[in-house]
């Protein structure tokens, strides 16, 4: 896999996409950041040299030109929902404009060879058909899925309830790991700065926690009372698709935290994950308290 001279970041306005940036830059690496409006500011990388281009993944034409304007030949990008081909194009480009290694952002869901995933379990099957994609078009030495956990950005799904005093949620009770998505950057871009061979890399928080718990730990934060009731499956399906989410992906989700959560702390890899953000950045992990702390004014967004 090749050593990186110069990378791009697509997403980088994200906060995986914000700190991988700033993790290959302090590195040492050129970084460009290639955003749908290059524009927009990206407030997290305010003061780092970086140049601006513009694309968008579901554009090949915007990603080839974006490629060779930045001269990377390493990239970072995510799954996107809803691509007829799985990304395959878009892929296609970043191949033929020069990229020799990419970094994918993929989900831990995916628990099973990625050529086996079921479309009935639709998150993980999303990002299992990008993965085959890019096995096919780069071999399975010319990228690196990694596949965080639950990311601690999640509970903002609760927002409107945070805001509101009471979170409605059917099942309180779930455990999660809750890991920082700054975390996953911060791997992602070491794997990026060192061209790290890994095909897979596993991710997880460094604790299990339940929902009721982490919204006792943004209740304290913001000084407030906030309640947490719970609801049935129908009507978190009813409240998700009424805000907005797909309906495969917000069922997946309903299904997800009634009937599988905490799968992911009895997989086969759980020990290899929860040790990878010390082994990948050399730094402790972002515990779900100190993520809230610095992410508070977002609960007031």
């Given at each position: 896999?090749?050593?990186?001279?110069?990378?791009?970041?697509?997403?980088?306005?994200?906060?995986?996409?914000?700190?991988?940036?700033?993790?290959?830059?302090?590195?040492?690496?050129?970084?460009?950041?290639?955003?749908?409006?290059?524009?927009?500011?990206?407030?997290?990388?305010?003061?780092?040299?970086?140049?601006?281009?513009?694309?968008?993944?579901?554009?090949?034409?915007?990603?080839?030109?974006?490629?060779?304007?930045?001269?990377?030949?390493?990239?970072?990008?995510?799954?996107?929902?809803?691509?007829?081909?799985?990304?395959?194009?878009?892929?296609?480009?970043?191949?033929?404009?020069?990229?020799?290694?990419?970094?994918?952002?993929?989900?831990?869901?995916?628990?099973?060879?990625?050529?086996?995933?079921?479309?009935?379990?639709?998150?993980?099957?999303?990002?299992?058909?990008?993965?085959?994609s890019l096995e096919e078009i780069y071999g399975k030495d010319g990228f690196v899925a990694v596949r965080p956990c639950y990311f601690a950005s999640n509970i903002l799904w609760s927002n409107a309830g945070i805001q509101a005093g009471q979170v409605r949620?059917?099942?309180?009770?779930?455990?999660?790991?809750?890991?920082?998505?700054?975390?996953?950057?911060?791997?992602?871009?070491?794997?990026?700065?060192?061209?790290?061979?890994?095909?897979?890399?596993?991710?997880?928080?460094?604790?299990?926690?339940?929902?009721?718990?982490?919204?006792?730990?943004?209740?304290?934060?913001?000084?407030?009372?906030?309640?947490?009731?719970?609801?049935?499956?129908?009507?978190?399906?009813?409240?998700?698709?009424?805000?907005?989410?797909?309906?495969?992906?917000?069922?997946?989700?309903?299904?997800?935290?009634?009937?599988?959560?905490?799968?992911?702390?009895?997989?086969?890899?759980?020990?290899?994950?929860?040790?990878?953000?010390?082994?990948?950045?050399?730094?402790?992990?972002?515990?779900?308290?100190?993520?809230?702390?610095?992410?508070?004014?977002r609960f007031d967004a």
């Amino acid at each position: 896999m090749a050593i990186a001279n110069s990378v791009i970041i697509f997403g980088p306005s994200g906060s995986v996409g914000s700190a991988t940036a700033l993790q290959v830059y302090r590195a040492g690496v050129k970084v460009t950041l290639a955003l749908r409006d290059p524009r927009k500011p990206v407030p997290a990388l305010i003061g780092i040299s970086a140049e601006k281009v513009q694309a968008d993944l579901t554009k090949p034409e915007s990603i080839q030109a974006a490629v060779r304007q930045s001269g990377a030949n390493s990239a970072f990008i995510y799954t996107i929902f809803g691509t007829p081909d799985h990304m395959r194009a878009s892929i296609v480009a970043l191949k033929e404009a020069g990229i020799e290694m990419v970094v994918l952002l993929s989900s831990y869901t995916i628990q099973s060879d990625i050529h086996s995933v079921s479309p009935d379990e639709y998150v993980p099957w999303v990002h299992a058909q990008v993965e085959i994609s890019l096995e096919e078009i780069y071999g399975k030495d010319g990228f690196v899925a990694v596949r965080p956990c639950y990311f601690a950005s999640n509970i903002l799904w609760s927002n409107a309830g945070i805001q509101a005093g009471q979170v409605r949620h059917a099942n309180p009770e779930a455990e999660y790991d809750w890991i920082s998505p700054e975390d996953i950057g911060r791997v992602c871009g070491s794997i990026l700065a060192r061209g790290l061979k890994d095909r897979v890399v596993w991710l997880m928080g460094p604790e299990k926690m339940a929902l009721k718990d982490a919204v006792g730990v943004v209740s304290r934060a913001l000084g407030r009372v906030i309640t947490v009731t719970k609801i049935t499956a129908a009507e978190a399906l009813e409240e998700l698709v009424k805000n907005g989410t797909p309906e495969g992906t917000a069922g997946w989700i309903v299904r997800y935290i009634t009937e599988d959560a905490g799968y992911e702390f009895k997989t086969a890899v759980f020990e290899e994950a929860a040790g990878n953000v010390l082994k990948y950045t050399h730094r402790v992990p972002v515990k779900f308290d100190q993520w809230v702390c610095e992410n508070i004014r977002r609960f007031d967004a």
